[in-house]
């Protein structure tokens, strides 16, 4: 076990001694200033609703969005959400809550997509660039397994994406904090469901938002992981993964009636898709049907992976 604990540490600072490494964290970094920089400027950060006169506030927001949506078309399809939103809390005496900090948190949950891609760029390379470099001889030879070298480089792979996702939070926390002020430590929100508006803890949505997003992160990563032992090839690896990624959704809203559509991976990713009483995007979806379809998907995954790299000769590399 010491010897596994160590080849993760080696291929993690494999990881983390690339220049490439920090230029990733410094982009998500600067994505993430840029991000409150805009929300302080551009943004409704709830600052009318804080006085005592925050039910004749919404009151009167309620009778400008009324007169907006007899002139505009547009303004009667999406005014009608707002008033309702507005009408909730007047009625539960609810006062809106300031924007702050775990607002600027959960919204940043969005950002997971290029956690993954990240992710992604460390799993499709972990192995295709020792086969690349010639380094895997030198790997081999050490008193481990396969498999033990195998299961190092994925850990290490989850391990970085672990460590982005914490920076992502916690770095997002400290901007927020100082662009908008700690404030309630779990403030409540309204957001709408299936069954109308409802009341929910910040802090409760924040931390689901983050575990919704965790589900394709592994998934593709593990995908990436996969191509890059089976194939040898890096760039292979990330392309795919990543347009997989990207272009997912869009493949399954083509194949959303078909009825084989529901066993396709990118069709289970969005485990959200069950929450709040919402439609899943393909007929026959179920969550227990989802989790079954992925925990099949990446058992294949690592048993491709596995089969592939402790199966295959080296001795001509």
């Known amino acids: 076990m010491s010897r596994l604990f160590k080849l993760i540490q080696n291929e993690q600072a494999k990881i983390y001694i690339r220049k490439s490494t920090w230029i990733m964290y410094i982009i998500l970094f600067a994505i993430i200033?840029?991000?409150?920089?805009?929300?302080?400027?551009?943004?409704?950060?709830?600052?009318?609703?804080?006085?005592?006169?925050?039910?004749?506030?919404?009151?009167?927001?309620?009778?400008?969005?009324?007169?907006?949506?007899?002139?505009?078309?547009?303004?009667?399809?999406?005014?009608?959400?707002?008033?309702?939103?507005?009408?909730?809390?007047?009625?539960?005496?609810?006062?809106?809550?300031?924007?702050?900090?775990?607002?600027?948190?959960?919204?940043?949950?969005?950002?997971?997509?290029?956690?993954?891609?990240?992710?992604?760029?460390?799993?499709?390379?972990?192995?295709?660039?020792?086969?690349?470099?010639?380094?895997?001889?030198?790997?081999?030879?050490?008193?481990?397994?396969?498999?033990?070298?195998?299961?190092?480089?994925?850990?290490a792979t989850l391990l970085f994406g672990l460590y982005t996702t914490i920076f992502l939070f916690i770095t997002s926390w400290i901007v927020g904090a100082i662009f908008f002020g700690v404030g309630d430590m779990n403030p409540e929100i309204v957001k709408q469901t299936a069954n109308g508006f409802t009341s929910v803890s910040l802090l409760q949505e924040t931390f689901t938002q983050y575990g919704y997003q965790l589900v394709p992160l592994i998934m593709m990563t593990t995908l990436a992981f996969m191509i890059s032992a089976v194939f040898r090839n890096s760039s292979l690896a990330i392309g795919i993964s990543i347009f997989l990624m990207m272009g997912g959704n869009t493949f399954i809203g083509f194949l959303a009636e078909k009825e084989w559509a529901k066993y396709i991976l990118f069709a289970n990713l969005d485990l959200s898709q069950f929450a709040d009483g919402?439609?899943?995007?393909?007929?026959?979806?179920?969550?227990?049907?989802?989790?079954?379809?992925?925990?099949?998907?990446?058992?294949?995954?690592?048993?491709?992976?596995?089969?592939?790299f402790t199966k295959r000769d080296v001795a001509g590399q």
């Open 278 to 308: 919402r439609t899943p995007m393909v007929n026959g979806l179920t969550l227990e049907f989802s989790i079954t379809m992925l925990a099949i998907y990446y058992v294949v995954f690592l048993a491709m992976s596995w089969i592939i």
């Open 33 to 155: 200033i840029a991000g409150a920089f805009l929300t302080d400027k551009f943004s409704d950060l709830n600052e009318d609703y804080q006085g005592d006169d925050w039910r004749e506030v919404l009151q009167e927001e309620n009778k400008d969005l009324q007169k907006e949506m007899e002139k505009d078309e547009y303004a009667a399809s999406i005014n009608p959400e707002t008033i309702a939103k507005n009408n909730y809390y007047l009625e539960n005496d609810i006062q809106p809550a300031p924007y702050g900090t775990w607002n600027f948190v959960t919204e940043n949950a969005v950002l997971m997509m290029l956690v993954s891609l990240l992710t992604i760029i460390v799993a499709g390379g972990i192995i295709a660039n020792e086969f690349r470099w010639g380094s895997i001889k030198l790997l081999l030879i050490r008193p481990i397994s396969r498999s033990g070298i195998l299961l190092s480089k994925y850990l």
